[in-house]
């Protein structure tokens, strides 16, 4: 099949200001580390740096959880809840306004494509900071009398930064929190223009801290005993050790944690809607989203015109240059998760499942993957069980509606799913059967700050967004 050629149309970066250092930003202010110590974050699209950030041991910590603390008992608990909603509806629109800044930047240290930060990621972010800021004097609507927890450590991965810290810092400020945040070790750029944000919207000092560094801070803010609350996204591994580590104490947590959608299509589905629907849902983000429909589940008689029509689709996806307009897939946010991928990958051609790969050409320097289907898998392959986080579809094939049902809960997860077919009453019945948080009907990927999301099983505690979302920030008072 003929590809057609399109001219390159690359995004300036010119709107950034790029800084060569990032420091703390601890009580409103940026301080250098106590540490004495940076780490670099690298634009992945290149392998290049970008800049430099502060890492956080114990002392910067501490201070930064004071400063949270002291900012709850003096400043924020003392004003009028709707004061504090004018704080969010200010951050909201800064977003706005730096829009184009915020999408570069988050291409830049992340990867993705600019057409994604610039229509999805940014977007979002800025609606998140209007819902939420609408509930602030409303929470009696929510809960009886309701109650702060106090400091909030918030901990965030790297597939969406600035998503996931509005995901957090808005329903928290809402409901009177005050907070600490990192965000990942390999995206801490938008944190820190947030950070800015949060200056120039004149946010009381010490309502939010924002501290960079590895693993090892994320563990250590958990344990700070001047935590009331731990809200984390990432990897169900690390959500555990977090459970563990609070086990003994009063602290409550939510875990957003992974996922292995089962995207499943009927033979009603109307196959070209269908197929669009499941490139979104495992080629956004180069498929690296927790709620990605990383298994497609397809009936046994439309599964190889199925196939055939996917794989034409997939190859003219652009993979390359993010800051490129046209750029569909962009680049592997890390070596350490291409490895990832690459090894999850050598184990479905050595289970015995048949690889298709794109042929698109891809960049020599930076983290690269083309476009995967696996077909022929079976339930016990690992590429149908564990989380590839990455650019690959495993594709299993199912007779009768109870079978799709078996397969697509046969999972530790249970996170989001897909159904796809023409019959409201087929959809409505799949969707009572499976264990999943979110369930989309013919469609995929869609997000709302008024809907909850949250997983079952091993993907997680808790709900983000709508309501429920702000009872995880909640006591009912006294
Ligand atoms: P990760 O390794 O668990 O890291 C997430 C965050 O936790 C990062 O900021 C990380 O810091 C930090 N961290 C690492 N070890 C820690 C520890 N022992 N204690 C406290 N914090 C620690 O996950 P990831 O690889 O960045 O993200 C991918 C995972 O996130 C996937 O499993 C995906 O499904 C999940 N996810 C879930 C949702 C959801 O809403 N359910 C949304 C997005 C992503 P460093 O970056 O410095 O290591
Ligand atoms: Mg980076």
Redesign the pocket.
């Known amino acids: 099949m003929s590809k057609f050629e399109y001219a390159n149309a690359p995004e300036s970066s010119a709107i950034l200001n790029l800084q060569s250092r990032y420091q703390l930003f601890i009580n409103g202010k940026f301080v250098a580390p106590k540490s004495g110590k940076y780490f670099k974050s690298i634009n992945p699209a290149t392998a290049k740096e970008l800049a430099e950030f502060a890492y956080a041991n114990n002392s910067d910590i501490d201070l930064a959880v004071k400063s949270a603390r002291t900012a709850l008992t003096k400043v924020w608990s003392k004003l009028p809840a709707a004061e504090r909603g004018k704080y969010l509806f200010r951050i909201a629109r800064i977003l706005q306004e730096r829009a184009r800044e915020f999408a570069v930047a988050e291409t830049l240290d992340n990867g993705k494509p600019i057409r994604e930060s610039r229509d999805t990621d940014i977007p979002l972010a800025a609606q998140h900071f209007f819902y939420h800021g609408g509930w602030a004097d409303k929470l009696d609507f929510v809960v009886k009398n309701p109650k702060p927890y106090g400091v909030v450590a918030q ?6 930064p600035l998503l ?1 810290l509005a995901w957090k810092i808005a329903p928290a400020l809402a409901t009177g929190n005050t907070v600490v945040l ?5 995206t801490p750029l938008t944190a820190m223009l947030f950070a800015q944000v949060c200056q120039q919207a004149g946010l009381p000092d010490g309502v939010v801290n924002i501290i960079t ?3 090892a801070t ?2 250590n803010l ?1 344990k700070h005993p001047g935590v009331n609350k731990i809200a ?7 959500g555990k ?2 459970a563990r580590s609070i086990a003994d104490s009063d602290k409550v947590a939510t875990l ?4 292995k959608a089962a995207n499943i299509v009927f033979n009603d589905a109307a196959i070209d809607e269908t197929v669009e629907g499941i490139v979104n849902g495992i080629f956004f983000n180069q498929g690296h989203v ?1 709620c990605a429909g990383s298994r497609l589940l397809v009936q046994e008689d439309i599964a190889n015109e199925l196939v055939l029509k996917l794989q034409r689709r997939v190859s003219l996806i652009r993979v390359g240059d993010p800051m490129d307009k046209n750029t569909d897939m962009g680049a592997i946010n890390s070596a350490a998760q291409l490895q990832k991928i690459n090894e999850l990958v050598e184990s479905g051609n050595k289970e015995g499942a048949q690889m298709w790969q794109s042929d698109c050409k891809l960049p020599t320097n930076g983290y690269w993957f083309a476009p995967t289907i696996f077909t022929g898998v079976s339930q016990s392959h690992r590429i149908a069980r564990e ?1 590839i ?1 990455g650019p690959v579809l495993s594709v299993l094939t199912f007779r009768t509606p109870q079978e799709a049902i078996e397969k697509a809960n046969n999972t530790q997860y249970g ?1 989001s799913a897909g159904v796809w077919s023409d019959k409201g009453s087929k959809i409505m019945w799949t969707a009572k059967h499976l264990k999943a948080g979110v369930i989309w009907a013919n469609t995929f990927n869609k997000f709302d700050a008024a809907s909850p ?1 949250g ?1 079952y099983k091993e ?2 505690w808790g709900r ?1 967004g709508g309501k429920h979302g702000l009872l995880a920030y909640l006591k009912a008072g006294k």
Do not use: H, Q, R, Y
């Open positions: 901990i965030i991965p790297w597939n969406f996931m990192k965000p990942a070790e390999t560094g590895d693993g994320g563990a958990v984390f996204t990432g990897s169900t591994e690390v050790a977090i957003e944690l992974g996922g927790c989380e986080f996170l999301f997983g993907s997680g983000e």
